[in-house]
């Protein structure tokens, strides 16, 4: 009689579950950034002024991961949850820029800020790429996972410009804010993935030669060459756009409304 008067057990969250959960909160707080910046000096300043700015904190960023990337991604795939404590670093991370880009929407700190968070946000891209494939049982569940991450990335994403476009009512920094919240709740989801290994060993000598086999290598440089060309079109539309060209609008407003779209 005691037993049947106990509550059922609450379901327990899938392990790809907590991902999507974790994917979709940051796929919001990032589109909340998007829309921050579309009002902030980011598009505000002389393109003439700010293309070497954006040029050296570039090399700046970019350069330091370039060259450490190589040594600490294999080390962080053979840590038992490595990848989780990449995810927790890169949101954590992004919650610390959008607080700090929310005090200096106005000034030139932003630049190198929104940089950072750019990179962090490629290294949540890697890491959360990692982990899927170690929360599905075959190559079917990985293909559906995936296309459930990207429809999840896409819904998030729109609803994230959204909240961004009301919050700049008041003020682009209020954007910023809204996104450091969201983030700091990502990372509160992410604490709840399952801490997995990526690699137990070393990658081998037949697995590094199948990694430099032709059409490896072949795939590999064309990824590379096409999101070259769309870094380049992002930016070159962007000075475009701030130009003021005749019939597209760069105010405050006419930028959040870009930016959400964009999104």
């Keep these: 009689m005691d037993s049947a008067a106990q509550p059922a057990p609450r379901p327990v969250a899938s392990p790809f579950t907590r991902l999507a959960r974790t994917h979709a909160l940051g796929a919001m707080s990032d589109a909340m950034i998007a829309v921050a910046l579309a009002g902030s000096i980011f598009f505000s300043i002389s393109p003439d002024a700010a293309r070497w700015r ?48 929310a005090r200096h929407i106005d000034g030139l700190l932003l630049f190198p800020e929104a940089f950072g968070f750019l990179i962090l946000q490629k290294g949540y891209s890697v890491a959360k790429s990692a982990v899927v494939p170690k929360l599905v049982r075959s190559d079917l569940e990985l293909v559906e996972a995936n296309s459930k991450l990207a429809l999840l990335s896409a819904i998030s994403g729109m609803v994230g410009a ?3 476009g009301l919050a700049m009512l008041g003020a682009s920094s209020w954007a910023a804010n809204a996104a450091m919240v969201g983030f700091v709740a990502t990372a509160l989801f992410a604490v709840q993935l399952p801490r997995i290994t990526v690699a137990d060993q070393p990658a081998s000598a037949d697995e590094r030669a199948e990694l ?23 930016f070159l539309l962007a000075f475009e756009f701030r130009g003021g060209e005749e019939g597209l609008s760069i105010d405050g407003p006419g930028r959040a409304v870009g930016a959400a779209v964009g999104v």
């Design 54 to 101: 954006i040029g050296l904190y570039l090399v700046l960023t970019i350069a330091p991961f370039a060259v450490v990337t190589p040594l600490i991604g294999p080390l962080v795939d053979r840590i038992r949850g490595g990848r989780r404590g990449m995810i927790l670093f890169t949101v954590l991370g992004r919650a610390a820029l959008a607080y700090l880009m």
């Design 212 to 234: 430099r086999q032709a059409g490896i290598l072949m795939a590999a440089s064309a990824m590379a060459m096409l999101r070259a060309a769309v870094g380049f079109m992002t």
């Design 162 to 164: 959204g909240i961004g």
